[in-house]
């Protein structure tokens, strides 16, 4: 059983564009973290939202957990070829370990 | 700082052999975990240690022994390869989970089972 489907599986974009990822479940979460990986490498942890309705931004990136706390986006604006990679997000569901979604693998093209 | 540090990056292994994952970290982390991960599987937990001299099963821990002997290790063991058992593995350490601060990835291993 899946807790964390995200959406789209795969995009492929041209430099500039703007993009939106999903992460849903039907369940609840305490946090929900957001990483990013790249080839040859492990997830790196770009950000954690706590509170139901936050919006925290990291550059061009922008993350927002869900009222309900059952699902969360990533929103990248402009994208660039560096913003190339596997997107992750992962929750803290009632235990103390990580779920992890099934990723989404983002390309961008200069 | 070296963070985390798995060993080796790759192998190829045939059937019904055995090896040991490495994997070290420099942090002072309490926990530590092995993942695998596979194409439209995301990562998936196989065994974890909340403290040093402790594991625990994960999602899929079927095939898999791991041992924290020290606070700084966490090795993970396949006793007799399948095929089954390609993929990549990663280790990561956390503080206490359920904080901002997530886990620290390794850099993987890239296992092939023949």
Known sequence: TQLLEQSPQFLSIQEGENLTVYCNSSSVFSSLQWYRQEPGEGPVLLVTVVTGGEVKKLKRLTFQFGDARKDSSLHITAAQPGDTGLYLCAGYYNTDKLIFGTGTRLQVFP | ?114
């Not at chain 2, 790759?10 to 070290?24: D, E, H, P």
């Not at chain 2, 089954?84 to 092939?112: E, H, K």
Request: hydrophobic share 30%.
């Open chain 2, 1 to 114: 700082n070296a963070g985390v540090t798995q060993t080796p990056k790759f192998r190829v292994l045939k059937t019904g052999q055995s090896m040991t994952l490495l994997c070290a970290q420099d942090m002072n982390h309490e926990y530590m975990y092995w993942y695998r991960q596979d194409p439209g599987m995301g990562l998936r937990l196989i065994h974890y240690s909340v403290g040093e001299g402790t594991t625990a099963k994960g999602e899929v821990p079927d095939g898999y022994n791991v041992s924290r002997l020290k606070k700084q290790n966490f090795l993970l063991g396949l006793e007799s390869a399948a095929p089954s058992q390609t993929s990549v593995y990663f280790c990561a350490s956390s503080y206490i989970p359920n904080t901002s601060y997530g886990y620290t990835f390794g850099s993987g291993t890239r296992l092939t089972v023949v």
